[in-house]
């Protein structure tokens, strides 16, 4: 007759324990969630800071579109244009030049068409490039849109669009333009001494109602927030994870160990 055991033997048909995880094991399983943990924290912390960094951004933006108009940079101060001047709310006097005239693909509230640029002479001899505005395609003809004399334009300072828009690059041997490249407008038009910004002119009506200006679209995604509690949110959900793990495990330990 078998004799049965005692004390170390599993009761038959008990399920088995789970093996203990090795001392090993536990320390990467520790570290591995830890950095995994910091690294989400991180990407939290780092979303908030950039939330901060945007409301600033947008607030700065609002305060130059919202100032008193002021001359648009002349040469002396063009090596300086940057990223702080994009929106600065300007004045320039000058004459256009319609016959180099550059129309730019655009989408707009009014449907698509295209963005009118013209150069612009200053009493000094440089060159501004001016965006009027919109024209719808039927609109091409620039007979329709001209200004003789000096004149005055009001808007917003914006920075230049090297290459071309998404998926779409410029073709100056072609005269297709789908972004307001102020450097390759000139070389194609052979425009020197030109400022290396564009102005978009504000709403100011135009003869016959063409060009439409001011529409200008200032928008700053600012999502921050939400990717901010989305990574606080996963590393709640690991920590929680690891803290059931542990529990669990714990519950399931054979007595004694």
């Known amino acids: 007759m078998r004799s049965t055991g005692s004390g170390g033997g599993a009761e038959p048909g008990s399920a088995p324990s789970p093996a203990p995880l090795s001392l090993l094991r536990r320390v990467v399983f520790g570290v591995a969630v830890g950095f995994v943990f910091v690294v989400l924290i991180g990407l939290g912390t780092w979303q908030v800071q950039r939330r901060a960094w945007k409301l600033d951004l947008i607030a700065r933006v609002e305060a130059r579109v919202h100032a008193p108009a002021a001359p648009a940079p002349g040469p002396a101060e063009w090596p300086r244009i940057g990223p702080d001047d994009a929106y600065r709310h300007v004045w320039l006097a000058g004459t256009f030049l319609h016959d180099r005239e550059t129309l730019v693909q655009a989408v707009t509230e009014r449907g698509g068409g295209?963005?009118?640029?013209?150069?612009?002479?200053?009493?000094?001899?440089?060159?501004?490039?001016?965006?009027?505005?919109?024209?719808?395609?039927?609109?091409?003809?620039?007979?329709?849109?001209?200004?003789?004399?000096?004149?005055?334009?009001?808007?917003?300072?914006?920075?230049?669009?090297?290459?071309?828009?998404?998926?779409?690059?410029?073709?100056?041997?072609?005269?297709?333009?789908?972004?307001?490249?102020?450097?390759?407008?000139?070389?194609?038009?052979?425009?020197?001494?030109?400022?290396?910004?564009?102005?978009?002119?504000?709403?100011?009506?135009?003869?016959?109602?063409?060009?439409?200006?001011?529409?200008?679209?200032?928008?700053?995604?600012?999502?921050?927030?939400?990717?901010?509690?989305?990574?606080?949110?996963?590393?709640?959900?690991?920590?929680?994870?690891?803290?059931?793990?542990?529990?669990?495990?714990?519950?399931?330990?054979?007595?004694?160990?």
């Open 114 to 257: 295209f963005w009118v640029l013209t150069p612009l002479r200053r009493p000094d001899g440089s060159l501004v490039l001016v965006n009027r505005g919109f024209v719808p395609g039927a609109n091409r003809d620039p007979a329709t849109r001209q200004v003789a004399g000096e004149t005055r334009v009001t808007g917003l300072l914006r920075l230049t669009e090297p290459g071309g828009a998404f998926l779409r690059a410029n073709d100056p041997k072609d005269g297709r333009w789908y972004s307001r490249d102020v450097a390759a407008i000139a070389a194609a038009h052979g425009l020197t001494d030109i400022a290396p910004y564009f102005v978009d002119a504000d709403a100011m009506p135009n003869p016959g109602g063409l060009p439409v200006g001011g529409l200008t679209v200032i928008a700053f995604p600012n999502s921050h927030l939400v990717y901010a509690l989305t990574w606080y949110g996963m590393a709640l959900m690991l920590a929680g994870a690891v803290f059931y793990i542990l529990r669990n495990g714990r519950r399931h330990r054979p007595p004694g160990e």
